[in-house]
């Protein structure tokens, strides 16, 4: 099989890559080459211990979105506040054709005018990289509390 760039995307300079060895699956363990992520991995509500793709998609989504966030509010003039949290909600689901993930951001920016807040997570949702990768493909509700 071979890999070919289908998004038509050119990307000019690589700024980071991150390398995690996986075994055994859902029911198995994801090691990076730094060893900074060292996880075992269970099954969405299996009986296992470990942590499942669905909630470290959901942490790396929640992270990126906030450094959006904070990229884009500085060039907007908009000040955040220290107390900004994202809750994000990856569901695993069926459908016709198969599994299926959708999403929703709950974006918790106590302080800002709806107004800013608005501006503030359009810009996050253009920029993010995973917002970009998700778009068109799942199902995603981004709500906004200030």
């Avoid at 009986?47 to 499942?52: A, D, E, F, H, L």
């Avoid at 060039?75 to 599994?99: N, Y």
């Amino acid at each position: 099989m071979s890999s070919e760039n289908t998004a038509n995307i050119a990307i000019t300079k690589v700024l980071y890559t991150a390398k995690v060895h996986i075994t055994g699956g859902r029911e198995g363990n994801a090691t990076s080459n730094d060893n900074r992520l060292n996880v075992s991995l269970s099954t969405p509500g299996g009986s296992g211990n470990g942590t499942n793709p669905e909630q470290l998609f959901a942490a790396g989504w929640s992270a990126c979105f906030i450094g959006a966030m904070r990229h884009n509010a500085s060039s907007l003039q908009i000040p955040l506040p220290k107390d900004l949290a994202v809750d994000a909600e990856v569901d695993l689901g069926t459908g016709e054709g198969g599994f299926y993930l959708q999403a929703r951001l709950n974006v918790k920016l106590p302080g800002l005018s709806a107004e800013q807040a608005k501006t503030v997570v359009e810009a996050a949702h253009q920029t993010c990289p995973y917002s970009k990768a998700t778009h068109g493909n799942i199902n995603v509700e981004i709500n906004v509390a200030v």
